[in-house]
């Protein structure tokens, strides 16, 4: 992966994140800059956009601010372990994992359902738009 940095604002253009809102998950501890500039601006790696982006991802999904820490962290541990983790500590990161991909399918199918009404009542304002401007034409 690459390891150039990047400053925040560059971040924030590739994340669609508000800097507000990057220093938010910094100050909350859901992501940490790769590093500091001499000048002490923050600095951030592929590795960080990619974190960022599971955030803004869980975000519009209702998961909390502990959930993606949780998530994270769960995460982070997997991706880390060359042979630090037994087989139990596998798999209940695995688990814990495996909980937050079935509420992310549970709050996706529902988004549809939603998705679905809206588009179903935007039609049926369409009709009636119609139906009440040859209406008034006439």
């Known amino acids: 992966m690459d390891d150039r940095h990047m400053q925040i604002g560059e971040v924030a253009a590739r994340t669609e994140l508000s800097l507000r809102t990057i220093r938010h998950y910094e100050e909350t501890g859901l992501v940490i800059p790769s590093a500091r500039s001499q000048g002490g601006f923050r600095l951030y790696t592929e590795a960080d956009v990619a974190r960022l982006m599971v955030i803004r991802r869980m975000k519009p999904l ?28 596998r798999d209940a990161l695995l688990d814990r994992v495996r909980a937050y991909h079935r509420t992310a399918a549970d709050q996706v199918d529902k988004l ?27």
Do not use: I, P, Y
């Open 62 to 89: 209702g998961f909390t601010l502990d959930q993606m820490r949780d998530l994270l962290e769960a995460t982070d541990r997997l991706d880390a372990a060359d042979d630090t983790l037994d087989a139990a500590e």
């Open 112 to 138: 549809r359902v939603q998705l679905s009404r809206a588009e179903e009542f935007a039609t049926t304002l369409s009709a009636r738009l119609e139906q009440t401007g040859s209406t008034a034409r006439s």
